[in-house]
T-cell receptor, first 110, second 112 residues
């Protein structure tokens, strides 16, 4: 089983739609969780950290389920500019090595 | 405040040659990570440096090596280049406070 797994997609949705991505991780001792966004041929950039209690930043909501070892990202009211690859990042406890999923591709169309 | 900077932006080499990539972290960050992203694939962890020492390396052959300098900048060396080394090489520095990684724009290596 891979350390961090994501559905590669692509998710193809119309503007205004709500879309959700999941990411599973194998190391139950993982301690840090992030969602990054990567545009084509560009560097990844932090979208949001994921906290145990869940957190929201505008149209984006991130949740963590430690019991089932997954994190999720919900995007509401999708914009054309949300089209990108979304990377799930998990750092196992004591490891200090952030491990990236392969990413989920999102395409928002008019 | 300057972000993570990498050089060169693009590099073209032939098989068997050596490549050197450079990275300067955000001021105050002591940890530098190197990742390889081959076309269509995810980020694969290469090397982690902190306080001038190599702390961990990923599942890559020894011809991938590097170092970190006293000013925390870092260098990645790839010897005996192979075609499959063609990839985007990303450097990131880590915030000691939040654990967030900040990436440079990457160095795109093409091996012919």
């Amino acid at each position: 089983r891979k350390e961090v797994e994501q559905d590669p997609g692509p998710f193809n949705v119309p503007e205004g739609a709500t879309v959700a991505f999941n990411c599973t991780y194998s190391n139950s001792a993982s301690q840090s969780f992030f969602w990054y966004r990567q545009d084509c041929r560009k560097e990844p950039k932090l979208l949001m950290s994921v906290y145990s209690s869940g957190n929201e930043d505008g149209r984006f909501t991130a949740q963590l389920n430690r019991a089932s070892q997954y994190i999720s990202l919900l995007i509401r009211d999708s914009k054309l500019s949300d089209s990108a690859t979304y990377l799930c990042v998990v750092t196992p406890g004591g490891s200090y090595i952030p491990t990236f999923g392969r990413g989920t591709s999102l395409i928002v169309h008019p | 405040e300057a972000g993570v900077t990498q050089s060169p932006t693009h590099l073209i080499k032939t098989r068997g040659q050596q490549a050197t990539l450079r990275c300067s972290p955000i001021s105050g960050h002591t940890s530098v990570y190197w990742y390889q992203q081959a076309l269509g694939l995810g980020l694969q962890f290469l090397l982690w440096y902190d306080e001038g020492e190599e702390r961990n390396r990923g599942n890559f052959p020894p011809r991938f090596s590097g170092r970190q300098f006293p000013n925390y900048s870092s260098e990645l060396n790839v010897n005996a280049l192979e075609l499959e080394d063609s990839a985007l090489y990303l450097c990131a520095s880590r915030s000691g406070l939040t654990g967030e990684l900040f990436f440079g724009e990457g160095s795109r290596l093409t091996v012919l």
